[in-house]
């Protein structure tokens, strides 16, 4: 099985401290910790473990700048066998529509049965699997938490409202956006890290791809954020701080003074 991963290079928000910047428009990204989507690096452990079981090959793309070729090392030590890097400064400030024509590119450049992304990333959207599905005119199915192979066909678990569990079974080609809490990802070590250091990763830009850099792009973005903030505290609200401990501590008394603990 032709397996293709998308993921990307975000903030890692376990070694950061996230703050908004002074224009509102971003937030602070001098000097920030990144590393690869977590939701992506669940999808990229799925994809290792079916090719494992049934052969083939797992791919990992990302778009972005140079700096994001390191997410796809560091999944390629994980067990990926190949990276593609779609990058070119026309890229830049495209919106998820944007990012999933680049994809839907880089898809019809191969020959994948099954692509994989994250249910979400650093933006929250959740939104370019469904489109590149669209785009591809194939099945899709999102919240994925369970795959099991049957042919050239997968059953597929979904988790829906309630914790409630919904199968499906659907045809290949297909795109699935895959949840956290579907398996275990692999830890990476050094050694891992360094038998891909000199493996090429092939760039491709819109040239490469066939896509007309004007429709992708800042200038072709139909969503655009036009504010970045952290919420005002509402009336009665109260933001705990202190260590770990201490916020726990802190949180008990309230309950119990609120009757919510006896």
Known sequence: MEILVCVKRVPDTAENEIEVNGSG??????????SVNEWDNYAVEEAIQIRDNVGGTVTVVTVG????????????????????LLTDDAFEGSDGKGIATLLKAAVEKGKYDLILTGAQADDGAGQVGGMLAAMLDVPYASLVNKIEVNGDKLKVGREIEGGNQEMNEIAMPCVLSIQTGINEPRYVGIRGIRKVASVEIPELG???????????????????RVDYFVPELGEGAEMLE???????AKLIEHLKAKGGLK
């Open 25 to 34: 428009s971003d937030i602070e990204r001098d000097d920030l910790v990144y």
């Open 65 to 84: 700048d140079d700096e994001s070729e390191e997410v796809l090392r560091r999944e390629m030590a994980m067990g990926a066998d190949n990276g593609i």
């Open 206 to 224: 819109a040239g490469d791809l066939g896509v007309d850099a004007g429709a992708v792009g800042a200038a072709a973005a139909k969503v655009k």
């Open 242 to 248: 202190g260590s770990t401990e201490e916020i726990i």
